[in-house]
């Protein structure tokens, strides 16, 4: 057996916010839209990962979600311009990413980071 895709479901009401965050800021794409559940996200072939976590490193709390990005300051300056308070960073981490923190419309603490 071979694990072929790992999905994250959120909970909400507001569809439409998660466009606004997913879709229109960080520019996933729109891969499946069925009134009740939208899926973003890329054609990409991506590395199939889970992380279980203590802390989320730095002293900071564990993050519901992590996206890596080519460009973390062009992200943060999205984010930013569309109204995203920055919970955490830009950090340069020992381990070897750029990163910062940011809440999501339903609440989820979303670690954007890129490998340096």
């Keep these: 057996m071979t694990v072929r895709r790992i999905v994250a479901n959120i909970e909400t009401p507001d569809l439409a916010a998660a466009k606004h965050f ?3 800021v ?3 794409d729109v891969l ?3 009134g009740w559940i939208a899926t973003y996200g ?3 072939t991506m590395t199939v990962q889970v992380s279980f976590m203590a802390q989320g490193g730095s002293g ?3 993050p519901d979600l992590s996206i890596e990005v080519d460009d973390v300051d062009a992200a943060l300056d999205a984010m930013k311009a569309a109204g995203f308070a920055i919970e955490y960073g830009p950090a340069d981490e020992p ?3 750029r990163r910062f923190y940011v809440r ?3 609440g989820k603490l979303v670690n954007i980071l890129s490998h340096r």
């Design 42 to 44: 890329s054609q990409d």
């Design 104 to 106: 999501d419309p339903f």
């Design 22 to 24: 997913y879709h229109d």
């Design 95 to 97: 381990w070897g990413v």
């Design 32 to 34: 499946m839209d069925l």
């Design 60 to 62: 900071t709390p564990v």
């Design 26 to 28: 960080l520019g996933l």
